[in-house]
């Protein structure tokens, strides 16, 4: 078997490197450890000259470990040149050192899980705090077409107002009044359950009519509108936004918050409180139909304790919420629908996200409420 060499010279600060013999895949086993050791004993010298003249043979294994050599040195930013190649042997090796270069990286090494954890949590708090700051830019875009309304610069579109009461409002009624009137249900049997083990069943007038009022009713028709009407607002302006119409009105030198976003905006924060009104009635219904069937408590009785018991602030309260959880479903539904991209998928996306985004949005807006008015002891 032929054999291979390596020899080393120090000629002031430069190192010479002379190989000889066969560099193949026969002698890489002896030769590796002293590939090993040459690039662990030689320090890092002002430079390096690789003779490859006196090799006679090499293949793909011996010519990786003479380039072993060459990426050695270079990590530690010593020049090499290098000289003694030539014909198929230099284009086999220069085949080589490619090769390793454009070699996939190692995957890296997995991380703990806590971590993994750790940074999800922070991306999210992160993406929390742009859509937080998208959000107060979004309004403020929408105060500045509002007023531009006032100042004459911009037009009111009242029939497109109207035409969005018609779908946020008069449609909505049916199914708004069915479910509340289910939860002024739920609630006074469920009230009518557990008072009457201390006698106490009158309460439960107190407590489907006070809960419904502050807390109760404007909470589910907010979620219900973001259900409903939120999605439907992503979906239209996101459906623009994907066939290209609302570039065509900035074309045409309209303001697209103007025409889309401040019509649905005005019908919202005018509907709301009178869908939370209806719901109110529709749930204090449900409760007095209950408590009249499963409570033996007369129609008569109930209302006779409602106006004795429950003053008008309740209603004050609750309908005072309903402005603002419409103002942050509008503002929530129409910039998810104008980030909308190119694509279906990116469609389901949004209108999903505005969804989720103004439901926990409208429940911590009620929660701040409750805290605000319970420290006004309202």
């Known amino acids: 078997?032929?054999?291979?060499?390596?020899?080393?010279?120090?000629?002031?600060?430069?190192?010479?490197?002379?190989?000889?013999?066969?560099?193949?895949?026969?002698t890489a086993g002896d030769m590796e450890p002293q590939v090993t050791r040459l690039l662990a004993e030689a320090g890092t010298p002002a430079a390096v000259s690789l003779d490859l003249s006196r090799v006679s043979r090499l293949d793909t294994l011996g010519g990786t470990l003479v380039r072993g050599i060459e990426t050695g040195f270079g990590a530690r930013g010593v020049p090499v040149d290098r000289s003694g190649l030539d014909g198929a042997t230099a284009t086999l090796y220069a085949d080589i050192a490619e090769g390793l270069a454009t070699a996939p990286e190692a995957p890296p090494r997995p991380r703990p899980a806590l971590a993994l954890a750790i940074d999800k949590v922070g991306q999210q708090m992160v993406e929390a705090g742009r859509?937080?700051?998208?959000?107060?830019?979004?309004?403020?875009?929408?105060?500045?077409?509002?007023?531009?309304?006032?100042?004459?610069?911009?037009?009111?579109?009242?029939?497109?107002?109207?035409?969005?009461?018609?779908h946020i409002v008069f449609r909505a009624v049916p199914i708004m009044a069915l479910i509340t009137f289910l939860i002024g249900g739920i609630i006074a049997q469920q009230g009518i359950f557990f008072f009457r083990d201390f006698g106490a069943d009158t309460y439960v007038v107190d407590l489907v009519v006070i809960l419904t009022l502050r807390e109760?009713?404007?909470?589910?028709?907010?979620?219900?509108?973001?259900?409903r009407t939120g999605s439907a607002f992503t979906a239209e302006i996101g459906s623009m936004k994907m066939r290209e119409e609302i570039d065509a009105l900035k074309v045409m030198g309209l303001?697209?918050?103007?025409?889309?976003?401040?019509?649905?905006?005005?019908?919202l924060i005018v509907g709301l409180p009178i869908l939370t009104f209806v719901g109110d009635l529709s749930a204090i219904a449900g409760g007095a139909m209950v408590a009249n069937i499963y409570g033996n408590i007369?129609?008569?009785?109930?209302?006779?304790?409602?106006?004795?018991?429950?003053?008008?602030?309740?209603?004050?309260?609750?309908?005072?919420?309903?402005?603002?959880?419409?103002?942050?479903?509008?503002?929530?539904?129409?910039i998810e629908?104008?980030?909308?991209?190119?694509?279906?998928?990116?469609?389901?996306?949004?209108?999903?996200?505005?969804?989720?985004?103004?439901?926990?949005?409208?429940?911590?807006?009620?929660?701040?409420?409750?805290?605000f008015f319970a420290s006004l002891g309202y």
């Open 216 to 227: 109760i009713g404007v909470l589910i028709v907010s979620i219900m509108v973001a259900g």
């Open 298 to 334: 007369p129609f008569d009785i109930f209302l006779s304790r409602m106006q004795e018991e429950v003053s008008q602030r309740h209603i004050w309260v609750g309908l005072a919420k309903a402005p603002f959880m419409a103002l942050i479903i509008g503002l929530v539904a129409c």
């Open 1 to 26: 078997m032929a054999q291979a060499e390596l020899a080393t010279r120090v000629d002031g600060s430069r190192l010479t490197v002379t190989l000889a013999g066969a560099w193949t895949a026969e």
């Open 255 to 267: 303001n697209p918050v103007e025409v889309l976003v401040l019509p649905r905006m005005i019908a």
């Open 337 to 371: 629908g104008m980030r909308v991209k190119g694509s279906a998928e990116s469609l389901g996306q949004q209108t999903t996200a505005s969804v989720v985004k103004a439901i926990f949005l409208v429940i911590v807006m009620d929660g701040l409420f409750a805290m």
């Open 131 to 166: 859509d937080l700051a998208a959000l107060a830019s979004f309004l403020g875009e929408v105060v500045l077409a509002a007023g531009s309304i006032f100042t004459g610069q911009g037009r009111f579109r009242l029939p497109a107002v109207v035409t969005q009461m018609d």
